[in-house]
């Protein structure tokens, strides 16, 4: 008996997205505060750069050092991301995404830039936006409040 082949575009979509599963990594406790303590270890190879394509919704935002950490989601495509509306070339961005209830999550970056790549946040899952920036010796830590897809 034959086993079916497996086109090419599709093997190379199974893989992308093998790759992307196994990048993302837990990284700690959930929390819904603004100044939440987070451990920056995530990875920045996760989520898609943002092309622009979707209808790009603002969901939530936090301020912090005269920044605004701001939270998109695509209502075409179910991705988010995260930007920092007056941000400097020192600023960290990235996403946070659990599933709803859970106490862990896995955070895409830290980018070192003003716009984070996207990640999907379909049913069953919650997104929150994420930044840091210098201030003297420091790194003061904002995210927003968690989102869910399609709230």
Same mark, same amino acid.
């Given at each position: 008996?034959?086993? /079916?082949?497996?086109?090419?575009?599709?093997?190379?979509?199974?893989?992308?997205?093998?790759?992307?599963?196994?990048?993302?990594?837990?990284?700690?406790?959930?929390?819904?505060?603004?100044?939440?303590?987070?451990?920056?270890?995530?990875?920045?190879?996760?989520?898609?750069?943002?092309?622009?394509?979707?209808?790009?919704?603002?969901?939530?935002?936090?301020?912090?050092?005269?920044?605004?950490?701001?939270?998109?989601?695509?209502?075409? #495509?179910?991705?988010?991301?995260?930007?920092?509306?007056?941000?400097?070339?020192?600023?960290?961005?990235?996403?946070?995404?659990?599933?709803?209830?859970?106490?862990?999550?896995?955070?895409?970056? /830290? #980018?070192?830039?003003?716009?984070?790549?996207?990640?999907?946040?379909?049913?069953?899952?919650?997104?929150?936006?994420? #930044?840091?920036?210098?201030?003297?010796?420091?790194? /003061?830590?904002?995210?927003?409040?968690?989102?869910?897809?399609?709230?």
């Amino acid at each position: 008996m034959r086993t /079916p082949r497996i086109a090419q575009s599709a093997r190379v979509l199974l893989a992308a997205a093998a790759v992307v599963a196994a990048a993302l990594v837990p990284t700690g406790a959930a929390s819904a505060a603004t100044q939440a303590p987070i451990r920056m270890a995530g990875t920045t190879n996760c989520g898609t750069i943002v092309g622009g394509f979707d209808a790009y919704v603002l969901v939530r935002s936090a301020k912090a050092g005269g920044r605004t950490i701001q939270l998109y989601t695509g209502k075409i #495509f179910d991705e988010d991301h995260a930007y920092i509306k007056n941000g400097s070339g020192s600023d960290r961005v990235w996403i946070d995404k659990r599933k709803i209830g859970s106490a862990t999550w896995t955070q895409c970056g /830290p #980018f070192n830039a003003v716009l984070s790549n996207e990640v999907s946040n379909h049913n069953g899952w919650q997104t929150r936006a994420c #930044f840091n920036y210098k201030s003297g010796n420091s790194r /003061p830590t904002t995210c927003t409040t968690w989102y869910n897809g399609h709230d």
